[in-house]
């Protein structure tokens, strides 16, 4: 994990452009045992600790059906995320490698996702498994897992292809 301001051998910074062409509404927080960036799992585990996920006003009647899933998709903002870097090094084998080709939580838009095990419901705050982030961080949006649906239309031709 790169830690704040830290620039490996190999790695590469820009100035970032101004921020104006998106918004994002917080629709909740969610709560973890970690408090520290260097504490926390690189990769939530489904074993892992009941974490709790505590959703905002108006947005918790947009809970309703949500029990009918054992598995939710958690998108969330990596607010102490550096946001800077385009070429990192990760600590384990230190090759430069472009951003976009890493799991890291350093990226232009830190949106962090995980896939989590529904453990429970109290009122607005979901209790799950797997998460890897920090205690508060803002919660970005919610989705069942997409292995849970099959697809509306029968595959076309050309839906698979690559090139």
């Given amino acids: ?23 994002l509404v917080f629709i909740g927080s969610i709560h973890t045992p970690w408090t520290s960036r260097l504490d926390t799992p690189r990769q939530g585990r ?4 009941i974490c709790k996920i505590k959703i905002f006003e108006p947005w918790q009647r947009a809970l309703d059906g949500i029990d009918q899933y054992e598995r ?6 990596l607010h102490q995320s550096r946001r800077d870097l385009v070429l990192q090094c990760p600590a384990h084998d230190g090759v430069a490698r472009g951003t976009f080709s890493l799991r890291s939580p350093v990226r232009p838009n830190p ?7 529904l453990v429970g419901i109290e009122e607005a705050t979901l209790l799950v ?8 961080t803002p919660l970005v949006d919610i989705k069942p897992d997409r292995c849970a649906f099959t697809p509306l239309a029968p595959p076309q031709p050309g839906d698979f292809e690559t090139g």
Avoid at 46 to 49: L, R
Avoid at 111 to 117: D, K, L
Wanted: hydrophobic share 45%; with cysteine.
């Fill in 129 to 136: 498994r797997g998460l890897d982030c920090l205690d508060g």
């Fill in 1 to 23: 994990m790169v830690r704040k301001n830290e620039i490996r051998a190999g790695e590469l910074a820009i100035a970032p452009p101004p921020a104006t062409d998106a918004s």
């Fill in 72 to 77: 939710l998709e958690v998108l969330y903002w």
């Fill in 46 to 49: 489904i074993d892992g600790p």
């Fill in 111 to 117: 949106i962090g996702t995980s896939i989590v095990a």
